[in-house]
Each structure stands twice: as C-alpha cells, then as structure tokens.
C-alpha cells in the first residue's frame, strides 16, 4: 500500500515534464497547480500512515503542507506577476516557519556563538549562503520584494541550522537534513528561473528537487514521531 502511495507521488514527475513541454501556462501558475497537487497528496499520506493519535507536532506538520496548499489555490487565482511571487514566497515561508516550530519542539536549538563557531561547515555554508543571497537580492530581486525576500532567505537559514541540531534517531536526521537542503535548492532553482534567465525543464527539474525535499521532511517527522510514540 505505501508503495502505491509513493508511485502516485512521484509519478507526478513523467507527468509535469510532458506538461512543460506542451503547456504554456506561466511558470507560477504551474508551480501553484503543482504545490497543490503534490502537498495534498503528502497531507493524506501523513494521517494514513501516522500509527498514533495526533499531538502538537503532527497537527504542525499537516498545517505546514496547508499554508502551502493555499498558497498554491491563491497563485491560481490571481495575474499579476509580482502578486504571484509575492504570494508564493508567503506561503513557502509560512511552510518554512511550521517546519522551524517542528524541529523546535523535536529539541532542536540554536547553540550557543561559542558552539556555533567550532562547527565549521555550517559557517562556511552560512557565510557563502548570504553573499549569494546579497548579490542575488541586489541585482535581480524587484524592489517590491526585496524586504519579503531578505527575510524569506534569513529563515531558510535557521531552518537549515535546526535542521542541523535536530536530536532525533540517524534515519530520520539524515532525512530531514537532505530534505532542507534540496528544500533550498529547490528555492534557488526557482529564483534563477523567475529573477534572472529561464532555464531549459524549469518545472521538471524544480518538482523534482521539491518532491523529494517535501517528501524527505515529511517523512523525517512522521518516522520520529512513530518512532517515539511506539
């Protein structure tokens, strides 16, 4: 049974690759179809297989794919292009922000500087992080979204560094971990497409890195919490 599931998730792959070289929907419209689509199903996925009653952090992990889902529907209503980007990045971002609050109850914490500093992949990771986000953000970001989109990309960081200090079992930080950073790629994928230049398979290649981010995260809390529970 769990097999079909993933086969109807991610059969969704074949599918948007033959719809983006046929349709010609703007890139946000397909991204709003798609995070529809694709949450919900992850949305059924996690109650049917969540083997215990639901506490905090299942209710969290639900409303994280909602905020998205919802951010898709309003992507389909409405033209405007910076409304859509707008909008797209409010509903990652309040996504983002459930996620936080997750691995926040999990355990995980931002250590302290003193700690921070002896981790020296992350600073590196960190540092190289913001002067791309800065050179990004100057040269190609619309000034209407260039406060929205610096916060935006301030959170993904955190996420990035909780997703670090989770204390969960190996198989569900490894998950969770891999999950975030397609989850980033993911992003950058997206705002090269949408800010500088329109890259061949955009869609294909962005549903792929955020399918199995999503996927990754969501299966991280459910495996943890049935792991807990049990």
């Known amino acids: 049974m769990k097999k079909l599931w993933l086969l109807i998730y991610f059969g969704l792959i074949p599918a948007i690759f033959w719809w983006d070289l046929y349709d010609e929907l703007v890139l946000l419209k397909k991204i709003g179809f798609l995070e529809i689509i694709s949450n919900l199903i ?3 996925y996690y109650i049917r297989y969540k083997k215990t009653k639901f506490v905090l952090i299942d209710w969290y ?27 797209n990045t409010v509903g990652f971002y309040l996504t983002q922000f459930m996620y936080i609050s997750i691995f926040r109850d999990e355990g995980s914490i931002l250590p302290p500087l003193a700690s921070v500093i002896k981790e020296w992949k992350m600073i590196v990771l960190t540092i190289l992080f913001f002067i791309g986000l800065v050179f990004l953000l100057i040269t190609y970001t619309p000034n209407s979204l260039l406060l929205i989109s610096f916060v935006y990309s301030t959170q993904m960081m955190v996420l990035c560094w909780m997703a670090y200090f989770r204390p969960v079992p190996e198989k569900a930080f490894t998950m969770g971990f891999v999950g975030v950073f397609l989850l980033v790629m993911s992003n950058l994928w997206l705002a090269i497409n949408l800010l500088y230049k329109e890259l061949p398979y955009q869609i294909g290649v962005y549903f792929i890195i955020y399918a199995f981010s999503q996927f990754l995260i969501i299966e991280s809390i459910l495996y943890n919490q049935n792991k807990i529970e049990n």
């Open 61 to 87: 992990s639900i409303e994280a794919l909602l905020f998205t889902v919802v951010g898709g529907i309003l992507i389909l209503i409405f033209k405007n292009h910076h409304l859509l980007m707008f909008l």
């Open 42 to 44: 992850l949305i059924l």
